[in-house]
Each structure stands twice: as C-alpha cells, then as structure tokens.
Antibody, heavy 121, light 107 residues
Framework: QVQLQESGPGLVEPSGTLSLTCNVS??????????WSWIRQPAGKGLEWIGR???????NYNPSLKSRITISGDTSKDQFFLKMRSVTAADTAVYYC?????????????WGQGTLVTVSS | DIQMTQSPSSLSASVGDRVIITCRAS??????LNWYQQKAGKAPSLLIYGAYNLQIGVPSRFSGSGFGTDFTLTISALQPTDFATYFC?????????FGGGTTVEIK
C-alpha cells in the first residue's frame, strides 16, 4: 500500500521560499496511471488545492497561486516537490501531498499526514 | 473556474440520524465529484468517488448521488465515528477545487 510523507522546514520567513518534499513509499511514482498533488489547509479552514504533476512532466496549478509555485518530481527517488516563492503569513497552513487517480473521477486516494508550515520572522 | 458550494456549513445530529450534505457546482461537472472525510488533526480520507462509487473499506451507510451541478452525500444512520468534517471536490477540469466543508457535530 502506497504511503506518502511530507518533509521540509516548519518555519519560513516572509518573502522567502517554501520548499517541501513528498516521499512516496510502497510503490513507484511512475507505476500505474496516477498524478501527484499538493493541498493546503490553514488552521480552522477548508482545503485549498495547490496543484498537481503527472509523471511525464505535465502540471496543473491553482490560478490564484500559479505565479508563485512550481511542482516537480524526481522519479529516481520516488519524490515530488513543491516550491512556493514570495510567501506571506497567508501561506501559513498544513500542507498535504496526495496521490490522485489519473483517469475517470481522478480522486485523491492516498494522503500524507500533513506538515505545518508557519510563515513568520 | 468552477466554484463548489457546500451546505450546510455545519450541522448537529444524533447517533442514528440520517444526515444529508449537499454540494453544488457553479457549472455542470457530470459525475466528476468526490467526497472526503476529515477527522480532527488528521488528513482527509476518500469516501466516495465519481459521485456515487464507494471507496473500498468505507461503510455502506455512506452513499453519494447527483449529476451535473447538484450532489448529495448521505449517511443513513450516523455513528459516533462519523462526527467529522466532510468536503466535496470537483475534478471536471484541470483546476481542481474543494467545497468549503460541512462539519457534523454531536447534538
């Protein structure tokens, strides 16, 4: 059974760059027809979809974040990444990585436990 | 972009109650609608995909229905483990979006 685990700094300074890694275990990110996604959730609020990457390299991003984010992957390490530039306090949230089925309903069927990122000086 | 609106934003119910949560899309999304459950302090988990397909391992008291713009998640007889927040998600286009969530609380 596939497992996902987020990692990265828990504290980022305002105007800095948030960098997160999602490690995938129990399966290769190149196997099957899946995409790999990032989602965030500010404390006490709802889920916000950030973006996704298909292995093959194509990406889709939330238009409200598109100018500041890059999602990439390393198939040799079964990892994918999120970089978010010019962060502000509004980017403080729990960040989740998740696997999505790459066809039909495209549902997110496996999630990491989430990692809290705080933007503060 | 497609907007997803859930109602109610919260509800109070008792064990054994039938609970219905609705999700409305700002344009037709066919059956590209998924439901997730999130318990406090935990990651969301998939309940229903493709509007009405039950994810493996999810109890049969959960069911989904709808097509186009209007969808419902029904819990036929609420159990203590069902007190949580529920989110819908559309996957119709390449800009995926979640609804605002519905919190089911103990009455």
């Amino acid at each position: 059974q596939v497992q996902l685990q987020e990692s990265g700094p828990g504290l980022v300074e305002p105007s800095g760059t948030l960098s997160l890694t999602c490690n995938v275990s129990g399966g290769s990110i190149t196997s099957g027809s899946y995409y790999w996604s990032w989602i965030r959730q500010p404390a006490g609020k709802g889920l916000e979809w950030i973006g996704r990457i298909f292995i093959g390299g194509s990406t889709n991003y939330n238009p409200s974040l598109k100018s500041r984010i890059t999602i990439s992957g390393d198939t040799s390490k079964d990892q994918f990444f999120l970089k978010m530039r010019s962060v502000t306090a509004a980017d403080t949230a729990v960040y989740y990585c998740a696997r999505g089925r790459g066809h039909d309903a495209e549902e997110l069927d496996s999630w990491g436990q989430g990692t809290l990122v705080t933007v503060s000086s | 972009d497609i907007q997803m609106t859930q109602s109610p934003s919260s509800l109070s119910a008792s064990v054994g109650d039938r609970v219905i949560i609705t999700c409305r899309a700002s344009q037709s999304i066919s059956t590209s609608l998924n439901w997730y459950q999130q318990k406090a302090g935990k990651a969301p988990s998939l309940l229903i995909y493709g509007a009405y397909n039950l994810q493996i391992g999810v109890p049969s008291r959960f069911s989904g229905s709808g097509f186009g713009t209007d969808f419902t998640l029904t819990i036929s007889a609420l159990q203590p483990t069902d007190f949580a927040t529920y989110f819908c998600q559309q996957t119709y286009n390449n800009v995926l979006a979640f609804g605002g969530g519905t919190t089911v609380e103990i009455k």
